[in-house]
């Protein structure tokens, strides 16, 4: 799962390109402040900061409620409830800008993937619970799973760190279901392979694969006398 940044500036919404939140409004309603947003795919949204020229500021929990601190599924018109005067009695003052802290949700997929044992295009089923943390600053860096986005650009370019995040998930060895694997391919295999008793069930299909008699290469008849005389 990735983790994204988003700036709200009240009433003048700046939003990050790699989010996936878009469209967001913020307007009162009573004694509360809402923050009304649309959602281009699943995502957790968890924290909403404050951040005015003194610093950032957690928002408690306690004072949020709708579509925060949850898997929000992608949609229009999602909203979080924010009872600013019981966190603030006296009210904001100054300009401040709203920090709203959302996690990608990257749960399964597929990868189109050649099959290690008859080289044909597979799919590879692949599951992930990575997470890329953003954070603005100075200047642009990467530390540790921290990446610093300089302020002044307000955006990250994901595709890499998702390609990266990806590849990993990819297990090791990856074959086509029993019966499914290119059957001229395994023909051949079948004729010429070797394998060792940990790779067998790998290949376990190859005999319902081929209906013509496997030719066994004279050099193992050979042999095969020495360990019968043993």
């Given amino acids: 799962m990735h983790k994204y940044i988003i700036y709200i500036l009240l009433l003048f919404p700046i939003l990050l390109k790699a989010s996936p939140i878009y469209n967001v409004r913020a307007q009162q309603e009573g004694q509360t402040i809402v923050l009304i947003y649309d959602l281009s795919k699943d995502a957790y949204v968890s924290k909403v900061h404050i951040k005015n020229e003194n610093g950032t500021f957690d928002v408690s929990s306690q004072y949020l409620s709708g579509d925060i601190n949850q898997e929000v599924n992608a949609g229009f018109n999602r909203r979080i409830v924010y009872d600013v005067l019981s966190d603030y009695p006296q009210g904001l003052k100054g300009n401040f800008q709203f920090v709203i802290d959302s996690k990608v949700l990257i749960k399964k997929g597929k990868v189109i993937v050649t099959c290690d044992r008859c080289l044909d295009e597979m799919e590879q089923l692949i599951e992930t619970d990575d997470k890329l943390k953003v954070k ?95």
Avoid: T
């Avoid at 307000?154 to 074959?175: D, Q, T």
């Fill in 136 to 230: 603005l600053g100075a200047d642009f860096s990467e530390i540790d799973d921290i990446v610093i986005v300089p302020e002044e650009d307000g955006y990250i370019n994901v595709a890499w760190f998702i390609y990266e995040f990806i590849a990993l998930s990819i297990p090791m060895k990856h074959v086509h279901a029993p019966g499914k694997c290119n059957k001229d391919m395994v023909s051949k295999l079948s004729k010429h392979l070797r394998v060792s008793s940990d790779d067998e069930e790998d290949f376990d299909d190859l005999e319902e694969i081929i209906d013509e008699p496997r030719e066994i290469d004279p050099r193992w008849n050979e042999l095969k006398k020495i360990l019968d005389n043993n």
